[in-house]
């Protein structure tokens, strides 16, 4: 069983920064894959980025990349995603989640979720 509680996310104007934490508790949390997510108002929810259990493979939607970047501190049992040149079609719901599988970028592909933390960007 793993939890996983994200912080971080607030109002930022456009073309600013945020970054976002995911704090994971649970004994088997090193050995999952995680991932960022993200759900707009009337939207699905989709992939952003995910990170290997190693830390060593990091994986990201085309839409973040040379924006967004994951990372990991498995000695703190945290996730991290590292928000850049924010623009309004960012703003969303952001999830922190834990697969078991490397490189999966569908919801259904992962185990376990937080609440969710909202980021809004402001034009």
């Known amino acids: 069983q793993v939890q996983l509680v994200e912080s971080g996310g607030g109002l930022v104007q456009a073309g600013g920064s945020l970054r976002l934490s995911c704090a994971a508790s649970?004994?088997?949390?090193?050995?999952?894959?995680m991932g960022w997510f993200r759900q707009a108002p009337g939207k699905e929810r989709e992939f952003v980025a995910a990170?290997?259990?190693?830390?060593?493979?990091?994986y990201y939607a085309n839409f973040v990349k040379g924006r967004f970047a994951i990372s990991r501190d498995r000695a703190k049992n945290t996730v991290n995603l590292q928000m850049n040149s924010l623009n309004p079609e960012d703003t969303a719901v952001y999830y922190c989640?834990?697969?078991?599988?490397?490189?999966?970028?569908?919801?259904?592909?992962?185990?376990?979720w937080g609440q969710g933390t909202q980021v809004t960007v402001s034009s």
């Open positions: 989640a834990a697969g078991a599988v490397p490189g999966r970028t569908r919801a259904r592909d992962y185990d376990y």
């Open positions: 990170i290997s259990w190693s830390g060593g493979s990091t």
């Open positions: 649970g004994r088997t949390f090193s050995t999952y894959v």
